[in-house]
């Protein structure tokens, strides 16, 4: 099965057609800068725009920083709060003239590692977390997503800094760009992130994904966490070929 997949954000929008039967992309990637504001009609336009560049007439995966349930926007990082309570799914579908599946980007982005990533042959519980300007979660329980854990938003009590607040706001690659932080000092927080993880989780695998991900060689052998950690390879190509796999396992 063919699917374009779409990857939303804050900066760029993303896609490229995907084979999901071997999770390759079948084309160059495509990106058009998320427009500001990012407003629904031109966020959905832009879309239209990525569908008409590769002549589209199939079935569309996005993935978006949204809880998203039934199509519906419930939140909206990085985007306009326009596209909180709009169907996405049916403006997207809309505007390509074909079917569309949307879903939340770090599930996406989890959907492409597990099924041709490193988490192919993980049981048990596997929690996916995406490092980039902010935390994305994704969860599987034998290989099934739960979807929207939103696990980046549990609140955070640095234990050297005193701070309790938003882990996203302590942890995301934007954070230690934000405060300056060497790769070993921003890897400090991030193990105080993962312990909490495992306190009210126990998953049996972390996979570490999202733009931070490439720098596995700088904050990895800092990491001290008892649960073993593997680092997603698929880098930005997940989120676009996890979007495309939405479709393929949850299109109609
Ligand atoms: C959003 C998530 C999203 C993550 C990564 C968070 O701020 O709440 O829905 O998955 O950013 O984009």
């Not at 926007?73 to 985007?79: F, H």
Request: hydrophobic share 40%.
């Amino acid at each position: 099965m063919q699917v374009l997949g779409i990857d939303v954000g804050g900066s760029g929008i993303k896609g490229s057609p995907v084979d999901t039967n071997t999770g390759e992309m079948l084309g160059e990637r495509f990106r058009i800068a998320t427009p500001k504001p990012a407003t629904l009609e031109a966020v959905v336009d832009t879309i239209g725009q990525i569908a008409e560049h590769f002549e589209w007439k199939g079935p569309v995966g996005c993935g978006f920083p949204c809880v998203m349930r039934k199509g519906i926007a419930y939140t909206a990082a990085n985007l306009d709060k326009s596209l909180i309570g709009a169907d996405l799914a049916k403006a997207v579908s809309d505007r390509v003239g074909s079917p569309a599946v949307v879903i939340n980007d770090a599930d996406a982005a989890g959907l492409a590692v597990m099924r041709f990533g490193v988490g192919k042959d993980e049981k048990g519980l596997a929690m996916v977390i995406t490092i980039g300007t902010g935390i994305g979660s994704a969860l599987f329980y034998e290989g099934k997503l739960i979807p929207n854990s939103e696990l980046g938003h549990v609140t955070l009590n640095l234990k050297k800094e005193g701070k309790a607040q938003d882990a996203e706001t302590l942890v995301a690659d934007s954070a230690r760009k934000r405060d300056d932080l060497s790769w070993k000092e921003w890897s400090v927080r991030f193990t105080e992130y993962l312990k909490n993880m495992e306190l009210v989780m126990n998953p049996d695998v972390f996979i570490l994904g999202g733009g931070a991900a490439k720098k596995k060689d700088k904050f990895l052998k800092h990491l001290k966490v008892d649960t073993p950690v593997k680092v997603a390879t698929l880098e930005n190509r997940a989120g676009i070929i996890g979007a495309a796999m939405a479709s393929r396992e949850f299109g109609q």
